[in-house]
């Protein structure tokens, strides 16, 4: 007992002796500059907390404002200083959430006033005000009760703590007489909240569901410099410069009808022939590398989307309606579920194994009507989809194949390679089919190894996946060093037992196949919208819908002009004529804005010769004319378009 109680006597002592230091200090005895926070065991912090004195140097990391931690920090406080300048300026607005997003921030209000854009100025002059008198960013730890009694008059704010656990520490932020209920971290101080600009206010629902109130979101951008802010309008600029919605109508290749058909495109000739041209490609990739095509009917019965489990996860994202013979039916949102029923129609031995059934399928999801983006974000759209099904032996070989189908046949093609490409394995997320965590762990292993054999660099992210399984996903950066997710190769050990999908094996019993999933693209439309971003509108010749146009100088040379057209259109080659009485400056103007290729010139010179003058489609308004025989043209152009060159020199 004695030494029992020596033992107790000495780690209190122990205890005792042990001192805590503010993070500030700790930085002040650095010397380190511009930090928002610490980071403590992996966990990061606001500079206020209490610090072990003893903690090992590492186990401490200063989170500095120009990190990608602390521009989110940054973010997160300048969301809370917008709520604080909006309580200055209107009465009766509620608070709900308000997070850092990429690049910058929003919140989303319930205010009886409608704000709009034109209240911009008032409100940032607001929050600068506040940023001037250098309020602290001031943590404190409630109890569920008294985190009940300070938001007793927001009905959001109520519904988010009572959804927290009785023994969960909640903590409040103060900046000023402004109180938010938030776990954190923030900056010291509204000081550090310099440099931010709104940007835009839409609308959202409470929590994403439709059913509940439409809130006002208002979005903004916030940086740790004026350079990086002005850089990032710069960036605006660019984006809006290359917003593939203008290049669509410049180079007429679709439009769309948002009071007919929001969220679906209405495509024109040039762009049903680009898009068709696609199609076809992918076709062709896929037949080489074993795949066979299929269709299913896009509307089926809704038993079927209950049956896969689609319904409970993505069901308010389902077009469907019901029958005279009240029967439900849905429009398909995915295509997996067909390709299922076309491999049960008919018994399966191993020696059949493996099938890869390829389908371009047209899918139907309902998104809100604020998140349409042209062909980003779409309502309707068309996968290329393909499934493969497989004995377990066979599957490491198949997710082989997948890759490098896509890397090499596809992407590098595109002009997309190395350091342009990203791939994520996304790992199991926490609404899944559960009881299912041993086949989780050997389905998410199978992805891994593939990366690991080929040497891949590749990200995890917990939580990402499908609800049937992991997956693999290819992400393309673009000019401006966006990130786009395209691709996606999943493993799903899920759906085929749910649809009791089998194959006799060697042994002659009944074994259930291995699924995968994959798409180069995801979406042909997404894809086509964020190409048409990254190149400009500056389609590879062999799938630009027009190819050349032919420019008059006088009406002299008409007969020649029309002479060369039909010896082009007689080639193969896609070409358009322009004998209408305008300059050549006017013309040249005209269809370099709709980016085409070649604008082949003819006038006396070029008619007396027999020869074409090529002005090469160029960002550049110092194009150089080239002369050249047509036939020396032709012979060059197809060279060009059968071996899918991206350039367009000469």
């Given amino acids: 007992m004695k030494q029992q109680k020596n033992a107790k006597n000495q780690n209190k002592k122990q205890q005792e002796k042990i001192t805590y230091i503010?993070?500030?200090?700790?930085?002040?005895?650095?010397?380190?500059?511009?930090?928002?926070?610490?980071?403590?065991?992996?966990?990061?912090?606001?500079?206020?907390?209490?610090?072990?004195?003893?903690?090992?140097?590492?186990?401490?990391?200063?989170?500095?404002?120009?990190?990608?931690?602390?521009?989110?920090?940054?973010?997160?406080?300048?969301?809370?200083?917008?709520?604080?300048?909006?309580?200055?300026?209107?009465?009766?607005?509620?608070?709900?959430?308000?997070?850092?997003?990429?690049?910058g921030f929003y919140y989303d209000i319930d205010s009886q006033?409608?704000?709009?854009?034109?209240?911009?100025p008032k409100i940032e002059n607001e929050m600068k005000k506040i940023v001037d008198t250098d309020l602290k960013f001031i943590r404190k730890e409630v109890s569920k009760k008294q985190a009940l009694s300070i938001f007793k008059d927001n009905p959001y704010k109520i519904e988010l703590i009572n959804s927290l656990d009785s023994s969960s520490i909640i903590s409040i932020y103060e900046i000023g007489?402004?109180?938010?209920?938030?776990?954190?971290?923030?900056?010291?101080?509204?000081?550090?909240?310099?440099?931010?600009?709104?940007?835009?206010?839409?609308?959202?629902?409470?929590?994403?569901?439709?059913?509940n109130?439409?809130?006002?979101?208002?979005?903004?951008?916030?940086?740790?410099?004026k350079i990086a802010l002005d850089n990032w309008f710069v960036f605006l600029q660019e984006c809006e410069r290359r917003d593939h919605k203008k290049i669509c109508k410049a180079m007429d290749l679709c439009h769309w009808e948002p009071e007919y058909a929001p969220g679906s495109a209405f495509w024109h000739p040039n762009g049903?022939?680009?898009?068709?041209?696609?199609?076809?490609?992918?076709?062709?990739?896929?037949?080489?590398?074993?795949?066979?095509?299929?269709?299913?009917?896009?509307?089926?019965?809704?038993?079927?989307?209950?049956?896969?489990?689609?319904?409970?996860?993505?069901?308010?994202?389902?077009?469907?309606?019901?029958?005279?013979?009240?029967?439900?039916?849905?429009?398909?949102?995915?295509?997996?579920?067909?390709?299922?029923?076309?491999?049960?129609?008919?018994?399966?031995?191993?020696?059949?194994l493996p099938i890869r059934l390829a389908e371009f399928g047209e899918v139907n999801r309902f998104e809100a009507s604020g998140s349409l983006n042209g062909l980003l974000r779409c309502r309707e759209f068309t996968q290329d989809?393909?499934?493969?099904?497989?004995?377990?032996?066979?599957?490491?070989?198949?997710?082989?194949?997948?890759?490098?189908?896509?890397?090499?046949?596809?992407?590098?093609?595109?002009?997309?390679?190395?350091?342009?490409?990203?791939?994520?394995?996304?790992?199991?997320p926490e609404n899944r089919i559960p009881n299912r965590e041993h086949i989780w762990d050997a389905s998410e292993k199978y992805l891994e190894n593939v990366l690991q054999k080929k040497q891949l660099k590749y990200t995890l992210a917990?939580?990402?996946?499908?609800?049937?399984?992991?997956?693999?996903?290819?992400?393309?950066?673009?000019?401006?060093?966006?990130?786009?997710q395209i691709g996606t190769i999943q493993l799903d050990m899920n759906l085929p037992e749910r649809f009791n999908m089998s194959y006799v094996g060697a042994d002659g019993k009944k074994h259930i196949p291995c699924m995968l999933h994959a798409a180069c693209f995801g979406s042909i439309d997404r894809f086509l919208g964020m190409y048409i971003e990254t190149i400009e509108g500056k389609f590879p010749l062999w799938f630009n819908p027009i190819q050349a146009c032919i420019l008059n100088i006088n009406t002299k040379v008409s007969?020649?002009?029309?002479?060369?057209?039909?010896?082009?259109?007689?080639?193969?080659?896609?070409?358009?004529?322009?004998?209408?009485?305008?300059?050549?400056?006017?013309?040249?103007?005209?269809?370099?804005?709709?980016?085409?290729?070649?604008?082949?010139?003819?006038?006396?010179?070029?008619?007396?010769?027999?020869?074409?003058?090529?002005?090469?489609?160029?960002?550049?308004?110092?194009?150089?004319?080239?002369?050249?025989?047509?036939?020396?043209?032709i012979k060059k152009v197809i060279d060009k378009v059968n071996k899918k060159s991206i350039s367009f020199e000469l």
């Avoid at 006033?113 to 911009?120: H, L």
């Avoid at 440099?195 to 839409?202: A, D, G, H, M, V």
Wanted: hydrophobic share 35%.
């Fill in 113 to 120: 006033e409608k704000i709009s854009e034109a209240d911009f």
């Fill in 559 to 633: 007969n020649y002009c029309e002479e060369v057209y039909q010896k082009l259109k007689d080639a193969g080659l896609r070409v358009k004529l322009d004998l209408e009485n305008r300059t050549l400056q006017q013309k040249i103007a005209i269809h370099s804005t709709e980016k085409i290729p070649y604008l082949l010139i003819i006038g006396d010179k070029e008619k007396e010769s027999k020869s074409i003058s090529i002005r090469i489609f160029s960002s550049s308004e110092n194009s150089k004319l080239i002369s050249m025989k047509v036939d020396e043209f």
């Fill in 272 to 352: 049903w022939f680009m898009w068709q041209t696609i199609i076809n490609w992918l076709r062709e990739v896929k037949y080489r590398n074993g795949y066979v095509e299929g269709h299913t009917p896009r509307v089926m019965n809704r038993i079927l989307w209950e049956k896969s489990g689609h319904w409970a996860h993505y069901g308010e994202h389902n077009y469907g309606g019901k029958t005279q013979d009240e029967m439900q039916f849905a429009v398909k949102p995915m295509n997996c579920p067909g390709g299922i029923l076309i491999f049960n129609n008919s018994p399966k031995s191993y020696r059949d």
């Fill in 177 to 211: 007489d402004y109180v938010d209920l938030c776990v954190g971290p923030h900056v010291p101080s509204s000081r550090y909240l310099k440099y931010f600009k709104l940007t835009k206010i839409s609308g959202a629902y409470w929590k994403g569901d439709q059913k």
């Fill in 213 to 225: 109130k439409q809130l006002q979101r208002i979005y903004g951008t916030a940086w740790d410099s």
């Fill in 462 to 484: 917990p939580g990402e996946g499908a609800f049937y399984g992991p997956k693999l996903e290819y992400s393309f950066k673009d000019a401006l060093g966006r990130w786009w």
């Fill in 385 to 428: 989809d393909a499934h493969v099904w497989c004995t377990e032996e066979q599957l490491e070989k198949e997710i082989l194949n997948m890759h490098d189908m896509f890397y090499q046949q596809v992407y590098e093609v595109l002009g997309f390679h190395g350091d342009e490409i990203r791939i994520v394995l996304s790992l199991r």
């Fill in 22 to 103: 503010k993070g500030f200090e700790l930085v002040k005895q650095s010397n380190a500059k511009d930090i928002v926070a610490i980071e403590i065991n992996g966990e990061i912090k606001d500079l206020s907390f209490d610090i072990p004195s003893n903690i090992s140097d590492e186990s401490v990391k200063f989170i500095s404002k120009s990190s990608d931690e602390g521009l989110d920090i940054i973010r997160h406080s300048t969301a809370h200083l917008l709520t604080a300048a909006l309580k200055n300026l209107y009465k009766n607005v509620k608070f709900t959430i308000g997070p850092a997003i990429e690049k």
